[in-house]
C-alpha cells in the first residue's frame, strides 16, 4: 500500500500559498514490500517513493516528492491492511511536511488493492491540518508469484488532499 500527501501554511508566510490553506494532489507511486508478500500472513513493511503535482493556491502548481514508510503485523497477498504510517513530502519550493496516517479503510478486488485513508499533519508545511488520501494500487507482478518469490510491490495512483 502506497501513500502519499502535500499541505499548505496559512497565508502570509513567505513561499507558502495564499488562500484557505486547502491542497490537492495527485501522483504516482511505487512502492516495495519487504519482505515480499506470499500466502503466508507475516510482519512486512512497506516503502514507497511519490512523484506529485500539488494545486497550492488557485492557479498555482508545483511539483513535490514523497517518501513513505509504513508497517503491518500480518501482511499476505490475500490481506494487505497497511493502515497507519508516516510520510514526508518535499516541495519544489523548498518546504516540506511530515505526515501521520492513523486510519484506513482497505479493499481488494480482483488484484487492485484501493485504500481511504486518513491522518494529519505533524510537523512543516500545514502543521495540525487534516489530511484526506485516496489511493489505487496495482502490482507489478502476476499473481502466481504469491506461490513463489512473492510481490515485492505495487504502483499506485494516488490523491492527497489537505483540508482547509
Known sequence: ???SSCVVAPAGRAGEAAGDGSVTCTGD???RYDPPLTLQSRPTR????VRYSCTTAPGRTIPATSSF???????SCLSVTFASGTETVRYADGARSRIVIDSATVARVAGVVTAEQSGRVVEGRGTGR???RSVTATSRQLPTDCLGTGLRGTASAVQLEILP
Open 1 to 3: 500500500m502506497v501513500v
Open 46 to 49: 512497506n516503502e514507497a517513493r
Open 29 to 31: 507511486a511505487t512502492s
Open 130 to 132: 487534516q489530511v484526506r
Open 69 to 75: 514508510s509504513s508497517s503491518s503485523p500480518s501482511a
